[in-house]
């Protein structure tokens, strides 16, 4: 159903609350930028899509990248074969002045930071008190009557070198067993035998 038009203009009353100047400028706000070194170079005179494409960046992927046309390529490849010169879809780029940007990005993404992994409290506590009980025997681990999980002795053994390869774990747990100056690598070393695991010698 068409509602009248005068109805229409009647509702449409204005909002004298609203303060107008404050949300046009709240809508022509960018946000909060995260990355310091695309804030750093950002500048708020020009608009966003202008700002990325200064740094080097792809302000929108699907320009960027776009979605290869095959009705356009098989024309082309039409036209090449007859002999017709075709134009490339390619533009000529120009360097971007603020470049040094997107390099800092993808070095700093290249960049090695190292394992974030981390165990929970709860396993730390579980592998650290069957170390403490059974040593690096994982088939005594396997049969423990505090096994609620009924987990295998691979698990065990999985589980225990995981917990050895973070050191912000592990290290604690080896200075309060003075095992600190050990070397793991040692397989002579007494404290480090694994018992009941296919790697025994």
């Known amino acids: 159903m ?6 229409t ?45 200064d740094m080097g960046l792809a302000y929108d ?14 024309q082309d490849m039409e036209k090449m074969l007859s002999g017709q010169k075709v134009k490339s879809g390619a533009r000529k780029t120009r360097a971007a ?4 940007v997107a390099e800092q990005l993808e070095e700093d993404a290249n960049e090695f930071v190292g394992t974030r992994f981390r165990m929970a409290r709860s396993m730390v506590r579980i592998i650290t008190a ?21 987990e295998t002795w691979r ?27 050990c070397d793991m690598s040692d397989p002579t070393d007494p404290r480090w035998k694994e018992f009941g695991t296919d790697d025994e010698s």
């Not at 068409?2 to 109805?7: A, H, P």
């Not at 002045?97 to 040094?100: D, E, N, V």
């Not at 403490?132 to 609620?148: I, K, L, Q, W």
């Open 97 to 100: 002045p603020k470049q040094h």
């Open 9 to 53: 203009k009647k509702a449409q009353k204005y909002d004298y609350s609203r303060n107008r100047k404050r949300l046009s400028q709240k809508n022509r706000r960018n946000g909060n930028i995260r990355s310091a070194e695309i804030r750093a170079a950002y500048d708020d005179k020009k608009r966003p899509a202008r700002n990325i494409r």
């Open 61 to 74: 992927v699907n320009r960027a990248i776009p979605i290869p046309n095959v009705k356009k390529q098989m």
């Open 130 to 150: 069957m170390i403490d009980r059974h040593g690096f025997n994982y088939g005594a681990m396997a049969r423990d009557r505090t096994n609620y999980e009924q």
């Open 155 to 181: 698990q065990f053994r999985s589980k225990i070198r995981r917990f050895l390869r973070i050191p912000e774990q592990c290290t604690p747990y080896l200075e309060e067993k003075g095992w600190i100056d």
């Open 2 to 7: 068409v509602r009248r038009l005068r109805k």
